[in-house]
């Protein structure tokens, strides 16, 4: 009887090797100069900052959902390594924590030395872009479980806020103003509903460009996940901030009850802030209606801040300096038993 190898069952150690020589230095562009690791090792090990008077911990894991079969479709990796970042910082930086690391997952059928380069270099990116550093990861190849050529990815983040600096909703009052800070398109939720109507239902292909998209609909949908750690990171160091939610899964409906006391409800101004053309291609086809497209997509706006009304202006203009398109879209109002905790008006 023929001997049989692990390369003849589908895992290629010598790929997996080739890769994470590939990978050294993207990895090590994540370092600050304070900084050094072992990359290979078998834990990553991490000094806490000083100057933490009563430091806790954050961690937020996540993953990137189906925008992965968009890259599939595309052939398209150098960027979803930035959205599996930034859907776990946008989580994490809704407490007020700063991101220290960052560890990644990937499974696939079959490792891709290149291919897989490229996811860790979009990674690499988001971490640069962050202010963390990646300190490890897990790259399993795993025949059998997975369709050939695809593959899955996971993040889990790490970070550090002082105990008087936790943002948590618990200071929200009736009066105070709801800021809504612009995301970049889908971000990375929405697309199993928006593949079935865009794709399966309607026939686009993604090398159209239906109006009103100004660049072809598969280059809408893999535009990067917005990230906003440094933009929500400096202005907790200067306001008040009550409570912030990352609109992610269950768009506005679902997120903003998160953060809010159970006896307030905001009611937020549709006409106060402009849809994304993606958005708008999707309201315009009329097969989603209203409360399942806030339910399910952020519609254009990617974070959310709720401050004291007499911050408002100081707010809008240091998120100016920063660059960041932000709007006024509600308010925080008192709540009777049965309502909603988000209402919609215009």
Aim: proline fraction near 4%.
């Amino acid at each position: 009887m023929a001997k049989i190898s692990y390369k003849d069952s589908g895992v290629n150690i010598d790929a997996g090797n080739k890769f994470v020589d590939l990978i050294k230095p993207i990895v090590k562009s994540t370092f600050t100069k304070k900084f050094d690791n072992q990359i290979g090792s078998f834990s990553g090990l991490f000094p806490l900052p000083a100057g933490y008077k009563k430091p806790y911990l954050a961690s937020a894991a996540d993953g990137v959902g189906t925008k992965l079969k968009i890259a599939f479709m595309t052939g398209r990796f150098d960027t979803i390594g930035i959205d599996l970042v930034a859907m776990n910082v946008n989580d994490l930086i809704t407490c007020g924590a700063k991101p220290l690391f960052f560890l990644d997952y990937i499974a696939t059928s079959s490792i891709n030395p290149k291919q897989t380069a490229k996811i860790v270099k979009g990674i690499a990116s988001g971490c640069r872009q962050s202010g963390c550093v990646l300190l490890g990861g897990e790259t399993a190849e795993m025949p059998d479980i997975y369709r050939k050529n695809e593959f899955d990815l996971a993040g889990f983040v790490v970070g550090i806020v002082d105990k008087d600096r936790i943002i948590n909703g618990k200071d929200v009052n009736s009066g105070d103003i709801v800021i809504g800070l612009a995301s970049s398109g889908l971000h990375s939720n929405g697309y199993s509903l928006a593949r079935k109507l865009l794709l399966k239902k309607l026939k686009f292909n993604l090398d159209d460009k239906p109006s009103p998209l100004r660049r072809s609909l598969g280059s809408e949908l893999l535009v990067p996940t917005k990230i906003y750690v440094n933009t929500i990171l400096k202005l907790n160091e200067i306001f008040n901030l009550k409570a912030i939610a990352h609109i992610t899964g269950g768009g506005l409906i679902d997120n903003m009850p998160r953060v809010l006391p159970g006896k307030l409800k905001v009611q937020l101004d549709t006409k106060s802030w402009n849809m994304l053309p993606i958005f708008k291609l999707i309201d315009n086809t009329g097969m989603v209606d209203k409360h399942e497209m806030y339910r399910t997509f952020n519609c254009g706006i990617g974070m959310i801040i709720i401050i004291d009304s007499s911050q408002s202006s100081k707010v809008l203009n240091k998120l100016k300096k920063l660059n960041e398109r932000a709007f006024v879209i509600g308010e925080v109002v008192k709540r009777s038993k049965n309502d909603s905790q988000v209402e919609f008006v215009n």
